[in-house]
């Protein structure tokens, strides 16, 4: 990350995981621009950029994905304006539960 991208964002939340989705928020108070990319990806696979949305009043930027899946890992990070062009920044991981307590990757190498 770029020194001018580390000032971007503030904190990154991840507010819930559960089997049904997973809910982020980044706080980016200092980008200059009110909007951001949100990107995702899941281990070994490239980052694919799934919505875009606008920060409120504060700064936040806050995103629900409901298209997860029970057991699986994801990781997100945001795109938002800077003086360079766009600085990718923010990134978290999120682990969301199984319905059973028993990861996917568990459940494949059971099978095998």
Same mark, same amino acid.
Do not use: C, K, N
């Given at each position: 990350? +770029? @020194?001018?991208? *580390?000032?971007? /964002?503030?904190? /990154? /939340?991840? *507010? =819930? =995981?559960?089997?049904? @989705?997973?809910?982020? *928020?980044? +706080?980016?108070?200092?980008?200059?621009?009110?909007?951001? =990319? /949100?990107?995702?990806?899941? $281990? @070994?696979? $490239?980052w694919s950029s799934i919505a875009t949305l606008d920060a409120d009043a504060s700064g936040a930027v806050s995103f629900e994905d409901h298209s997860v899946m029970p057991g699986g890992r994801y990781g997100y990070m945001i795109t938002v304006p800077s003086e360079q062009g766009q600085a990718f920044i923010g990134e978290a991981w999120v682990d969301v539960p199984s319905l059973t307590g028993v990861t996917l990757a568990a459940s494949i190498a059971t099978l095998t």
């Amino acid at each position: 990350m +770029s @020194g001018e991208a *580390e000032h971007l /964002v503030d904190r /990154v /939340v991840i *507010e =819930a =995981a559960d089997p049904g @989705g997973a809910r982020l *928020e980044w +706080s980016i108070q200092h980008a200059p621009g009110p909007y951001a =990319a /949100v990107y995702r990806r899941q $281990p @070994g696979t $490239p980052w694919s950029s799934i919505a875009t949305l606008d920060a409120d009043a504060s700064g936040a930027v806050s995103f629900e994905d409901h298209s997860v899946m029970p057991g699986g890992r994801y990781g997100y990070m945001i795109t938002v304006p800077s003086e360079q062009g766009q600085a990718f920044i923010g990134e978290a991981w999120v682990d969301v539960p199984s319905l059973t307590g028993v990861t996917l990757a568990a459940s494949i190498a059971t099978l095998t």
